[in-house]
T-cell receptor, first 112, second 113 residues
């Protein structure tokens, strides 16, 4: 599975847009890009997944450039409750042996 | 209804004991997993079962033995517990291939004293 690199931590303020970028230079053709969110004392929660271009849901947007060597998770107008660790993962699908390999994640702190 | 439920939520036990953690999912998923999150917060996969069949077994000591009585349950039994086993253990499930993501349980915090 492709290795990912993301900032260890980020600070923001309530109401701001937060963009977390993840590098995955060795992404394979059949790899998807998935982001998870983890609050303290909880399991990771699926946020968004994409293959190329842009994906948007009610929680976030995911921007993927044409070369797919990076991706950016965009959280609009963050609130204090968005303080969490955000993980970027890449991997192949449609395979029962597919496994998620988590990196160190980005610890986002949203301040009042 | 909780999608992926683990019991117990907290487990404190002495070294050398044997303990089990139970996991159940009501999502109808085919695949279930156990992950371990250590004190440095790294999440590492331990095991994966697909329709009761073991498909992933990472480098985990033999003291850890998963058991899947049916595809909705994946229990983790740990023999001869050691201090280094202290961690949070997460159960997760997914459709086969996980193209729609994993659903994680809330974790079991195991403390070995």
């Amino acid at each position: 599975l492709a290795k990912t690199t993301q900032p260890i931590s980020m600070d923001s303020y309530e109401g701001q847009e937060v963009n977390i970028t993840c590098s995955h230079n060795n992404i394979a053709t059949n790899d998807y890009i998935t982001w998870y969110q983890q609050f303290p004392s909880q399991g990771p929660r699926f946020i968004i997944q994409g293959y190329k271009t842009k994906v948007t849901n009610e929680v976030a947007s995911l921007f993927i450039p044409a070369d797919r060597k990076s991706s950016t998770l965009s959280l609009p107008r963050v609130s204090l409750s968005d303080t969490a660790v955000y993980y970027c993962l890449v991997g192949g699908l449609m395979d029962s042996s597919y496994k998620l390999i988590f990196g160190s994640g980005t610890r986002l702190l949203v301040r009042p | 209804d909780t999608a992926v439920s683990q019991t117990p939520k907290y487990l404190v036990t002495q070294m050398g004991n044997d303990k089990s953690i139970k996991c159940e999912q009501n999502l109808g998923h085919d695949t279930m997993y156990w992950y371990k999150q250590d004190s440095k917060k790294f999440l590492k996969i331990m095991f994966s079962y697909n329709n009761k069949e073991l498909i992933i077994n990472e480098t985990v000591p033999n003291r850890f033995s998963p058991k899947s009585p049916d595809k909705a349950h994946l229990n983790l039994h740990i023999n001869s517990l050691e201090l280094g086993d202290s961690a949070v253990y997460f159960c997760a499930s997914s459709e086969q291939g996980a193209q729609y993501g994993y659903t994680f349980g809330s974790g079991t915090r195991l403390t070995v004293v």
